[in-house]
């Protein structure tokens, strides 16, 4: 038998309302700051993710998803390497949305000279190559926002105050979430602090695990992330980032929370984030549903310098995303649920086969005023028709049968109450879109 992928999920019935309500708070929300939404190609050149996510983390390293045609592979095969590949034969699925979405915005000139920013949003599918476990799958769904073109530090408090404004219309309690913020400066002031951390995580090397060894030769403030609690313990004493930022940084960030606390929006300060990829500067925030055991539920951050990284012109960026997998688990944590109730349907049913082209008629009329309705498509006995329509959660059923179409009319049935009256084939639509209402 056919089986999905181990680490993949197929969405239908209320898990699929779950994540098309998600994406419906999201189109409401995010279009009332100014955000369209956009869709990029799952598959990009795997330069796309090396320039913007960086070579050196475990996402480009590790789970990044390669992909080949059947003709390519077999000549991999034989070359036994990909060296002799073109750029645009090194493809792979997106990891995540912001390099994607950053390419398509050089690519198509979203941001042109002296222009208004991009703001742009999407709702779509993650591919990353990690070991299967709870919130964390091989195939994931993300939303996400993306602001190009606007430097001023109210973007960075703005995307923060949507992105808590979108937990609370998706049912959470924000006292049970925690947002934490912190500033990992920007190439004035990030090299040398990068050095000090090196210089620490080497001086410290019998104490530190071989990944974090590694890291210190390529990205070193990608040890504050690792999950050996050997290494965790000793990247507590590390050098901070926010006693080592230039004057412009510092300031940019103090801004930042200055209009975070006039909004009202509670926040942690946690020198020690500088989530997963190299892209970021400046601003970066992590969203934890505490105590429901799935981590972080989201984040984002400002990454000034990625347009530049893509073949763009200097463009100033910010955004965030989350998963709509680790929302789902979180929410149910918290004891409520992103799934909203299967929409109302009328059943159209006849008495007999006599009366089967009347209902074919009956339902497109119905469908055509809007109203969503179902009927008999296996010949089932009138008995058997109410209860498919029960099964259905159908609140009204119009009945059709010799009697009423000799009238001119329908039988329509409230299924709760049982009560029933006869209403004439032209008011129907009508008539079933009141009571349905």
Request: aromatic content about 8%.
């Amino acid at each position: 038998m056919a089986q999905k992928i181990q680490g993949t999920e197929d969405l239908f019935g209320g898990y699929m309302r779950a994540w098309q309500h998600m994406q419906d708070v999201a189109r409401e929300l995010f279009g009332s700051y100014g955000f369209d939404m956009i869709e990029t190609p799952a598959i990009e050149q795997v330069d796309t993710f090396v320039h913007g996510i960086g070579e050196s983390t475990d996402v480009v390293r590790k789970e990044m998803f390669r992909v080949v045609s059947g003709a390519l592979f077999e000549n991999l095969l034989a070359a036994g390497s990909e060296s002799g590949l073109k750029a645009k034969q090194r493809m792979a699925m997106r990891p995540e949305g912001t390099a994607g979405v950053v390419r398509a915005a050089v690519e198509n000139n979203f941001v042109p000279q002296g222009a208004a920013p991009a703001k742009l949003w999407y709702a779509e599918a993650m591919f990353r190559g990690e070991r299967p476990q709870k919130g964390r799958l091989r195939q994931f769904h993300q939303v996400g926002v993306e602001w190009l073109g606007a430097p001023d530090p109210a973007a960075d408090a703005e995307c923060i105050i949507m992105l808590m404004e979108f937990y609370k219309r998706l049912g959470f309690d924000l006292s049970q979430l925690e947002l934490r913020v912190n500033s990992m400066g920007d190439e004035d002031c990030r090299p040398a602090y990068r050095d000090k951390v090196r210089d620490f995580i080497l001086a410290h090397e019998d104490e530190m695990c071989e990944d974090c060894l590694e890291r210190a030769q390529i990205n070193p403030l990608r040890s504050f992330d690792c999950k050996n609690e050997r290494c965790q313990r000793v990247m507590r004493d590390a050098p901070l980032v926010t006693d080592n930022l230039c004057d412009e940084c510092r300031s940019h960030y103090e801004q930042v929370k200055r209009y975070l606390d006039a909004a009202g929006i509670p926040y942690e300060e946690d020198p020690t984030l500088v989530r997963g990829l190299d892209y970021y500067t400046r601003t970066v925030f992590e969203v934890e549903a505490v105590s429901s055991g799935v981590g972080a539920i989201g984040g984002g951050g400002r990454y000034d310098g990625l347009m530049e990284l893509e073949g763009g012109k200097q463009t100033p960026g910010i955004g965030f995303a989350v998963g709509f997998e680790r929302i789902a688990l979180a929410l149910e944590a918290q004891g409520s649920s992103l799934e909203t109730p299967a929409p109302s349907c009328v059943y159209v049913a006849c008495a007999s086969p006599d009366e089967r082209a009347a209902a074919f008629d009956v339902t497109l009329a119905l469908r055509q005023a809007g109203i969503r309705c179902e009927a008999d498509y296996q010949g089932r006995s009138l008995k058997s028709q109410f209860k498919q329509a029960d099964k259905l959660g159908a609140p009204i059923c119009v009945v059709l049968g010799s009697e009423e179409l000799a009238a001119g009319a329908a039988t329509v049935r409230d299924m709760r109450t049982h009560e029933q009256d006869l209403v004439p084939l032209a008011a129907l639509p009508e008539t079933v879109g009141t009571r349905l209402a």
